[in-house]
């Protein structure tokens, strides 16, 4: 059984940094690529990004594209997002996903404050 954890989130004022960190217990991460998501309340959940498995390539929502820097450690098995100049848009729990059939973990909370 794999469960999927997202940690790092928290609440931060408008311009501030956050980096989250996704794990995957039951399954070597490092072997997907791995996609980042976020959904605001009453909104539908969002792809703003993702990596390849070797960390050689990564793809960016164009909302999120100059600000939000994905990267990974293999040999740690975790996938990283790196949040900068976040903006109250930004709120929204975030969560991660392999390119694989898993279930969605509980996603981690990002507040960015005005």
């Known amino acids: 059984q794999v469960q999927l954890v997202e940690t790092g989130g928290g609440l931060v004022q408008a311009g501030g940094s956050l980096r989250l960190s996704c794990e995957a217990s039951?399954?070597?991460?490092?072997?997907?690529?791995v996609g980042w998501f976020r959904q605001a309340p009453g909104k539908e959940r969002e792809r703003v990004g993702a990596?390849?498995?070797?960390?050689?390539?990564?793809w960016y929502a164009e909302s999120v594209k100059d600000r939000f820097t994905i990267s990974r450690d293999n040999a740690k098995n975790t996938v990283y997002l790196l949040m900068n100049a976040l903006k109250p848009e930004d709120t929204a729990v975030y969560y991660c996903?392999?390119?694989?059939?898993?279930?969605w973990g509980q996603g981690t909370q990002v507040t960015v404050s005005s």
């Open positions: 990596i390849s498995r070797t960390g050689g390539s990564t």
């Open positions: 039951g399954r070597t991460l490092s072997r997907y690529a």
């Open positions: 996903r392999p390119e694989i059939e898993v279930p």
